[in-house]
């Protein structure tokens, strides 16, 4: 059984930074593209960055280009979302996925994440 567990949320000013990490288990990590997604209340689940699965490739919604950073640990099972400059409309749950199919490429399509995290909430006070 897969699990997905995010970490590392919490209440920031704006400018400030958070890292989140994501830890995996039940399935080979390694070969699988994981991506972060978050939703804000009464907004749909909005792409932020994927990673493919050997870490070379990465990929970024257009609202947190330049400001956020993908990366993975495949020997930790571990993918990580550092967030730098951080602004009030990051403010949203986040969350971590993986993609259903073994290699498959960074999508910001939610319908190609087969497995999900319970969500770590970010608040960021103006």
């Known amino acids: 059984q897969v699990q997905l567990v995010e970490s590392g949320g919490g209440l920031v000013q704006a400018g400030g930074s958070l890292r989140l990490s994501c830890a995996a288990s039940?399935?080979?990590?390694?070969?699988?593209?994981m991506g972060w997604f978050r939703q804000a209340p009464g907004k749909e689940r909005e792409y932020v960055a994927a990673?493919?699965?050997?870490?070379?490739?990465?990929d970024y919604g257009d609202s947190v280009k330049g400001r956020f950073t993908i990366s993975r640990d495949n020997a930790k099972n571990t993918v990580y979302l550092q967030m730098t400059s951080l602004k009030p409309e990051d403010t949203a749950v986040y969350y971590c996925?993986?993609?259903?199919?073994?290699?498959?490429?960074?999508?910001?399509?939610?319908?190609?994440?087969?497995?999900w995290g319970q969500g770590t909430q970010v608040t960021v006070s103006s």
């Open positions: 039940g399935r080979s990590f390694s070969r699988y593209t």
């Open positions: 996925a993986m993609r259903g199919a073994v290699y498959g490429e960074s999508s910001p399509d939610v319908g190609k994440y087969d497995y």
């Open positions: 990673i493919s699965w050997t870490g070379r490739d990465t």
